[in-house]
């Protein structure tokens, strides 16, 4: 029987903590370890882990000597796994108690490289969990792809939204990895605090042969206010981290001509998307900084001629208004005294227009 490696992040989630390692515990699949990476916890989480570990031995601890963050994390319990196939659980959802036992039997039975499951969202206080449903958007998925698939698949048969924006071709959770594939390929997320997932999915499928597509559900995922995904001020700034190596993917697995319209839209949305969290003034410099360097390295007709005035949501409310002229600020328009002036104008504090005419001075030549 084939041994899965089950890889949960942990940082102060004492409260969903136990209901995590008792999904890992009963599941049916019991060829597993459960490899559980303390990321600094400041509540009795390393607690409840060495309580557990106590009593299952397929349950083992790493603890981080600093907090490093979900993708760290996650980077880590990749190299110290074990198992021939890994899959991603967060520590505040649950696994459905047959998950790894559908998954693992399909992707013997395919001899596949990744299985893709659906996942059901439920409510913090669990009030949910049993109106159970497939999410209309899997469906449609299943619809436009056969059951067994390939990367060029994917590309050739979904929409922008389904490869760009939906979690099923997005996030490492809900899917069953090789172990094999991830270390010869040596993927690993980047160092970012979000969005740590989204160049480690893209890279894993493009070195995938075969796609499996399973209609069961390998999660239950669960939202809460205090959920990691919940807090957005630094989205922005970890989505254009992950730009310019997202383009030297794409060219690097010749996918790069056929998707580079959707690149753009989906950078663009989403800095746009979270500029709404009203992102802190200490994190304007770095923005803009990162997105002057995107556009520089940008080929502006491949901007021109892509999808992007047509699908990017540019609605032109408060808070969008100023990033679009920013854009193309930047697109067309050297760098000059006038956004010195306008910064000056747009900042009312002193000490902020100084350090903003500053960074301008030395970064935005």
């Not at 890994?86 to 399909?106: C, G, N, T, Y």
């Not at 792809?145 to 979690?167: A, Q, R, T």
Request: hydrophobic content about 40%.
């Amino acid at each position: 029987m084939n041994k899965v490696s089950i890889i949960i992040p942990v940082y102060n989630v004492e409260k969903y903590l136990p209901d995590c390692l008792d999904s890992c515990i009963c599941q049916s699949y019991k060829n597993i370890e459960i490899i559980c990476v303390n990321d600094k916890s400041t509540d009795n989480s390393i607690n409840i882990l060495e309580e557990y570990a106590q009593k299952d031995a397929r349950i083992k601890i790493i603890n981080n000597k600093k907090n490093q963050g979900l993708a760290i994390s996650r980077n880590i319990g990749i190299d110290n796994a074990n198992g021939e196939y890994l899959i991603f659980l967060d520590s505040d959802d649950i696994l459905p108690p047959k998950a790894l036992s559908h998954m693992v039997e399909k992707i013997i039975k395919e001899d596949g490289d990744l299985v893709v499951c659906d996942y059901f969202r439920f409510c913090d206080d669990k009030s949910n969990i049993r109106n159970i449903a497939h999410n209309d958007n899997f469906l449609k998925i299943l619809k436009k792809l056969s059951p067994i698939c390939s990367p060029g698949d994917i590309y050739s048969k979904l929409n922008y939204y389904e490869i760009w924006e939906d979690v099923y071709f997005m996030c490492v959770w809900a899917k069953l990895f090789k172990t094999s594939i991830l270390n010869q390929y040596n993927i690993r997320a980047p160092k970012v605090r979000c969005a740590e997932d989204f160049l480690m999915v893209k890279e894993y499928i493009f070195n995938c042969k075969k796609i499996l597509l399973l209609e069961d559900f390998a999660l239950y995922y669960r939202k809460h206010k205090g959920s990691f995904t919940q807090s957005k001020n630094s989205y922005a700034l970890d989505i254009l981290k992950t730009t310019l190596p997202t383009i030297e993917m794409y060219k690097k697995y010749d996918f790069y001509n056929h998707e580079k319209g959707n690149i753009y839209t989906f950078f663009i949305n989403s800095c746009i998307n979270h500029l709404k969290c009203f992102t802190p003034y200490f994190l304007y410099p770095k923005f803009l900084f990162l997105i002057n360097q995107m556009f520089r390295y940008w080929d502006k007709t491949d901007v021109l001629n892509s999808n992007l005035l047509d699908n990017t949501k540019f609605n032109f409310m408060i808070y969008r208004l100023p990033f679009f002229l920013l854009v193309f600020y930047f697109l067309f328009m050297p760098i000059n005294k006038l956004m010195l002036i306008l910064m000056g104008k747009i900042f009312p504090n002193k000490h902020m227009r100084k350090r903003l005419r500053s960074f301008y001075a030395v970064y935005m030549k």
